[in-house]
């Protein structure tokens, strides 16, 4: 079977559900019929009130009305036009309209299709177009108003089951409403909270900032020692090499070797106070990369990168200590060889040998010095640019701290908007409840 059919064969059995037995494959005269035989049909069913006439595959053309038969009858002269052959036997003059519709529809529908038509004395109901069953007026009535009783029923519920879901509305939207509200405290809270953080990360973003700064001045005065410290080693790896060069007229330059003596111990001493700053500025670059690292862990995810910065200074400052300390232990050698040359200087002309010797191992140490001093400059430069870029992170810090805070102000906002709006959505669905039950 199609699904067509089916749903026609479904529409059926729903329609035979209240038809009365009574009611279904009503009597029916055919349109050929004569008007005699209509008659005999209507005094066997005294309680039909419209008599069917069909063509010859059974579909309705019309009907003849009980009523209509019985005025006839009751005429005087009725029983004689009966007799009549040319007017007794014929059905046109009493067939008339009757409203027909399919026995599948809903009883609102028939209803409706009843009333279309303008019926008064019942219809006549088909299956497929053939004629199926046939329903006085008052039937009618009853089904219409059995149908607005169900109609009535279904509605009562509905709005039981609107009072309830309205009930559930309103206690959903007022948790609705508690949440957004409670929510748009948090919101605002944790604004507020963000704002206060963002304008201190600002501030020691701007702090590490300026002692990026003054690390860098202080790197940069480094260097310049160091770079003065190279050209004196310099001299130093000249000096000594003359001294070599002259050692066969050591003698005769004997006043001259303790003039030089002199200042070769003035210089280890000016290199021992450099080499002495070098250390202090050391241990003050690492206190202000942990400083800064310290400030970065506050600043959260913000000041990762400038954490990794603060990391590589601290780092350049501990090699700037090491090199500082193998400085002073390379003083300290030089010290103790100019303090022996100077403790020896009354043999000089004994050692004159022994003094080349001592200049050579003098040379290769200042050789060694030189190169080391070379190192601490480099790498001070290095932490020169490695301060400069701390002092560009730290900008970029502030600057986020800033737009940071300025979002924050305006969570803020928005969360004084999502508060207002909560309030709003409780009265609009007091007001919306309000007209439900009104209505």
């Known amino acids: 079977m199609s699904s067509s059919s089916l749903a026609a064969a479904e ?85 008339k309209p009757v409203p027909v519709a399919e026995s599948s529809l809903p009883i ?43 109609r009535t029923r279904r509605r009562l519920a509905r709005a039981q089951q609107i009072e309830a879901a309205g009930q559930r509305f309103e206690s959903d939207v007022a948790g609705l409403a508690r949440d957004l509200s409670d ?86 001493q000016s290199i021992d106070q450099v080499a002495h700053i070098i250390a202090t500025i050391s241990r003050q670059v690492k206190l202000l990369a942990l400083n800064a690292t310290i400030e970065a862990a506050r600043a959260g995810e913000a000041g990762r990168g400038f954490a990794v910065v603060a990391n590589e200074v601290k780092s ?17 050698e030089i010290g103790g060889s100019v303090a022996e040359v100077a403790d020896t200087y009354g043999k000089i002309d004994a050692a004159i040998a022994a003094m080349a010797d001592r200049s050579a191992h003098i040379m290769l140490a200042i050789d060694d010095q030189h190169e080391a001093t070379h190192r601490i400059t480099r790498h001070v430069r290095e932490a020169v640019g490695a301060a400069a870029a701390t002092q560009i992170d730290a900008r970029d810090i502030a600057s986020t701290a800033d737009t940071a805070l300025q979002a924050s102000l305006a969570m803020e906002s928005l969360a004084a908007r999502l508060m207002s709006g909560a309030e709003a959505l409780t009265g609009q669905t007091d007001h919306f409840l309000r007209e439900i039950r009104a209505s």
Request: glycine letters at 6%; proline letters at 4%; one cysteine or more.
């Open 183 to 268: 929510l748009a405290a948090a919101i605002r809270t944790n604004a507020v909270a963000t704002s206060i953080r963002s304008a201190s990360t600002g501030e020691s973003a701007a702090a590490v900032a300026a002692a990026a700064t003054q690390s860098a001045d202080n790197l940069g005065g480094i260097a310049e020692e160091g770079r003065h410290l190279a050209d004196a080693l310099t001299q130093i790896v000249g000096s000594t090499r003359e001294a070599r060069s002259l050692a066969a007229d050591a003698v005769e330059l004997v006043g001259e070797g303790r003039a030089r003596t002199i200042e070769l111990q003035r210089s280890a």
């Open 316 to 332: 350049l400052s501990d090699q700037t200590a090491r090199a500082a300390d193998t400085v002073t232990q390379h003083i300290v």
């Open 108 to 150: 609102p529908e028939l209803i409706a299709a009843y009333r279309a038509a303008q019926g008064s004395e019942g219809m006549v109901l088909t299956r497929n177009g053939r004629l199926h069953a046939a329903l006085a007026n008052r039937r009618l009535v009853d089904l219409a108003a059995i149908d607005e009783r169900g």
């Open 11 to 95: 529409a059926a059995d729903s329609a035979d559900r209240w038809l009365r037995p009574d009611e279904c494959a009503p009597p029916s005269v055919h349109r050929g019929a004569r008007l005699d035989r209509a008659i005999d049909l209507l005094q066997r069913n005294p309680d039909a009130r419209l008599l069917p006439v069909v063509d010859d595959e059974q579909r309705p053309i019309g009907a003849l009305f009980e009523k209509d038969i019985r005025r006839l009858l009751l005429n005087p002269y009725g029983h004689a036009l009966l007799r009549n052959p040319a007017y007794g036997g014929s059905l046109s003059d009493y067939l």
